[in-house]
């Protein structure tokens, strides 16, 4: 039996490419941080395109986040940045399997991680880093992230955002989702 030309080949065109669909899982893993200021998320993902992981930046598990110090200044110890765990952390620490199931594997996340945060990722045998924003590019922790990444050999790449498409979700009971191109 000969299939028709005509009945294959007529697949949607605008679906979501890899690297939207996994920047879009950690844009959303995000969304579960308390922080008032900074939400960020992560998923990690194999070189065969298995989400393995998820992570966003909070407080330490069992650590009530209601006496969570969510301040950005002030006297360090009141803090939020002697507390909580940053996204990277959270998905490496979440992840349930082989720790070598990691190695080769790639991130995704909002914010170009901190040097504390590149060391685990090294560790952790991940090769790529993608990355939304880079707001902190030029200080201390991110010159150190940077070197370090690239004296180990891991990729890190900004996501090209100008294709994108737009993906709404909303909270409602009946949940939308929408794509649309920029």
């Known amino acids: ?17 890899w690297d939207e669909f996994f920047m879009g899982i950690a844009k959303l ?7 008032p200021n900074t939400n ?22 069992n650590f009530n986040d209601d006496e969570f110090p969510w301040e950005r200044e002030g006297i360090p110890t009141e ?13 490496i620490n979440n992840y349930l399997g082989s720790r070598k199931d990691l190695r080769g594997a790639r991130i995704y996340v909002d914010l170009f991680p901190c040097n504390e945060c590149a060391k685990g990722i090294i560790q952790a045998g991940i090769k790529e880093v993608i990355y939304l924003s880079d707001k902190y590019d030029g200080t201390d922790a991110n010159l150190v992230a940077k070197h370090l990444f690239d004296a180990c050999g ?14 709404r979700l909303s909270l409602q009971p009946d949940v939308k989702i929408s794509y649309i191109e920029k």
């Open 1 to 17: 039996m000969k299939l028709d030309k005509k009945i294959l080949g007529n697949k949607r065109k605008d679906y979501l490419s």
């Open 29 to 35: 893993s995000a969304g579960r941080s308390k922080d």
């Open 40 to 61: 960020v998320g992560a998923c990690i993902v194999s070189e065969d395109n298995r989400i393995l992981s998820i992570g966003y930046n909070g407080a330490p598990n």
């Open 79 to 91: 803090t939020k940045y002697m507390y909580v765990c940053h996204a990277e952390a959270n998905a």
């Open 154 to 167: 891991v990729k890190y790449t900004k996501m090209d955002t100008s294709k994108m498409k737009d993906i």
